[in-house]
């Protein structure tokens, strides 16, 4: 049977991603599906410590065991060539990207083995002519695709006990507020491109989009940064705020804390309304999961209100 493997990469939220794009495309061209996941620094659990699923999953070293003797099609989305052995004939397909969303050409599904590297959606060629590069329709599309990925059941009972207060509520996530990124040695190191809006320009914001929205219920809070979570929860006071953020503090992004970014991101999907920075990827597929309207902060200082699933 013809096989597409998918090599998702980076953080949690871009994985999936990957992975729903992978078993929409999977289905809808005959391919069997089968999935290889790696720890990193960027997400330290398995597959199988967060979801049950309905595929194959199976670690690079095992995949280049079972097709040492194969020409495969390589789809390299994120230039990840350092994972990718110079034996293989990569030179032989045209790739189309537009808007950060990878097209596959329908004529790519004649090969037997494609291995796709990817942190973002994908679609075939079909269905980028078909919603014209709707990025709202296509996300709609791939969402539903995410009943495949089943959480553990003490992770969707977590989140799931945060559905009633959040009812008139607001989700908000905020990153890590100083320059930090981890090397592969665990050390910090500082990138300009990783420094975030601060916990002062979401508390001067909360109540203006409280007064657009008249959303007036609690605030869950998701975020990454032990003094983030406390700046917030004096700001706001203690009865005001809901959070699990038990283990996701953790920067050694551990297992356990990887699964408590599962519930964060299933209780912020719970919100009608989710406040975020328009690069993280983490909120917008928590938006995606619960058709939130989303209060997107840019790097400039604006502020746009748009609707469920808008990027």
């Known amino acids: 049977m013809k096989t597409l493997t998918i090599y998702p990469i980076n953080g949690l939220a871009n994985r999936l991603m990957a992975l729903i794009s992978a078993v929409r495309v999977a289905t809808l061209t005959g391919y069997r599906l089968q999935v290889i ?3 990193d620094q960027s997400c330290r659990a398995m597959l199988s410590d967060l979801f049950e699923a309905d595929f194959d999953v199976i670690s690079l070293e095992e995949f280049w065991k079972q097709n040492q003797a194969k020409k495969l099609t390589i789809v390299d989305a994120n230039d990840a060539r350092e994972k990718i052995p ?8 045209e790739i189309f990207r537009y808007d950060g969303l990878l097209i596959l050409p329908h004529a790519l599904f004649i090969r037997e083995s494609i291995l796709l590297v990817s942190h973002h959606f994908f679609f075939t060629e079909d269905d980028s002519n078909t919603f014209n590069s709707d990025r709202k329709r296509m996300a709609g599309l791939l969402s539903g695709e995410f009943s495949n990925f089943r959480p553990l059941p003490i992770l969707r009972e977590l989140a799931d006990a945060y559905s009633e207060p959040l009812r008139r509520g607001i989700g ?7 320059p930090h990124a981890l090397t592969e040695e665990g050390l910090e190191r500082e990138l300009t491109q990783w420094s975030f809006p601060s916990v002062d320009y979401y508390m001067n914001l909360l109540p203006v989009i409280r007064d657009r929205t008249g959303l007036d219920g609690k605030i869950y809070l998701s975020t990454n940064c032990k003094v983030t979570k406390s700046e917030v929860v004096t700001r706001l006071g203690e009865a005001n705020v809901l959070t699990y953020q038990a283990r ?12 408590d970014a599962v519930v964060d991101m299933i209780s912020l999907s719970k919100a009608p309304l989710i406040i975020r920075f328009n690069e993280s990827t983490f909120s917008f ?4 999961l619960g058709g939130c309207h989303q209060a997107i902060v840019y790097r400039d200082g604006q502020t746009l209100l748009k609707g469920p699933l808008e990027y």
């Open 37 to 39: 996941w790696e720890k």
């Open 86 to 93: 110079e034996f293989i004939d990569r030179n032989d397909l």
């Open 172 to 178: 908000l996530h905020i990153r890590r507020t100083y």
């Open 248 to 259: 996701a503090l953790d920067v050694s992004y551990s297992v356990a804390g990887i699964q």
């Open 285 to 288: 597929f928590s938006a995606m």
